[in-house]
């Protein structure tokens, strides 16, 4: 018998014990993601004073997101692979002592850089995700329909806690003179979450085979941090986009991601398996999510930052206070959460492809309004929460269709490239967004001209047009029947 011809290895089982209550399993989960929401969410109503409280610019904010974002892409793959290897809520408490630690320091952030290395561990919050999602996948009984079921509300909770987060730092720096006390917030969340989720979540069966491609992550990562760093310095004083020192970065990142992907096709036990990418929809369904995380991200400060603007400061803006600006992005955040909510009924009824599409459709269209009908508050909170339901379809359908690519043993690592991407796409945007407020920012002066938000609002509607382009492409077995309903037509066979 040869080496191909032999059985795979068994999965490993955890110590036999009484099943964790689904309900258990699923409150767990809910805090968990609500906590990373937390994070995600805390900084917008506070971005506007953290200029005047740091002494530093609109354009510098921006790094807060690109360098959360590189490090997301740098912990998503390796947490994920250790999950799936040595068990996903073993890993998952690592990964919450890991984010508790930076949501420590961005607590006791008084300067800039204090601020930025908080944000950077914090971006171990991209591990959350495929470490949950392999935890619900692999528990007893849980099919795709389930699954898909979990994910959308795993996403819900993610925005409920932007939504908790916006509120509460907003809440906080409303009723003290200090607009850095509010940095406390997501280290009383994550601290909830880590004594939640420790006694209840149960371990997964465990795959103790091949180990770590430490090579290929290390290649990986200083691949994606040149070519992110590049893009996020291009324009900077000089980092001009002609210079040499520039190109240099992005080619040498290019040359080290060729590198990754040789490695990667030789190694018997690769950190991802880039063979996957040869298939049709995993190619689109990278490709459309990679394209709204852009928009997403990119405009994760701009957005807040042009609420809390006023028009004396710059000539626009709605002069909106820290809980101001909370409530208007209230219906944007709604928004993402009721689409994730929808996603699974309206893929079930107009397929996977027609759910993608719209997504990013709605997304061009709620960009385009902001960038026309900015000057009315009513509009532009109306337009963003448009582009909002596009965004709640595209979270969930391209985390689901992501998992479902792979096999149960490998749950986290698919949730995880899908991850990677959405911090990949991330921080592209926030890069482009960066270059563009950097340029329409005057010597001296802290916010940038309105130009920066017009250019920002119309790209966005055109990379989510590329969006709906893409996913044109997506192809299933029968584009009358979705895996939702496959699920369900064979689970009638049986009865």
Known sequence: MTAL????????????????????????????ELSSGVIQGFLSPLLKNLTTALGITVADLNWISIANLLASAVFTPVLSRLGDLYGHRRILRWNLALVLIGSLLVGVARDFATLLTGQILQGAIAGFFPLLVGILRNRPGAGDAESRRGISVMVAALVAGMTLGLFASGAVAASIDNPTGALWVPAFAVTVAFAVSWPLLPETPTHHVGGIDWAGGLLLCAALVAIMLGLGLGGAPGWAWGSLRLWTLLIGGAVVLAAWIAVELRVPHPMIDVTMFRRRNVVVVSLVTVTFSFCMFGLQIANPVFYGTTETEAGYGLGLDPLGIGLAMLPYLLAIALGALLAPAVAARITDRATLISGSALMAVGYALSAAAHDSATTLIAANALAGIGIGFLQHSTRTLAVEAVPHDQTSVGSGINELLISVGGSLGAAVVLTVSAAHTPAGATLPGLGAYTTSWTLCAAVSLLGAGFALLHRTRDDSISPARDTAAAGKEHQ
């Open 5 to 32: 011809d032999a059985p795979p290895p068994a999965l490993s089982a955890p110590r036999a014990g009484r099943p964790t209550p689904a309900a258990a399993i699923i409150a767990s989960v809910v805090v968990v």
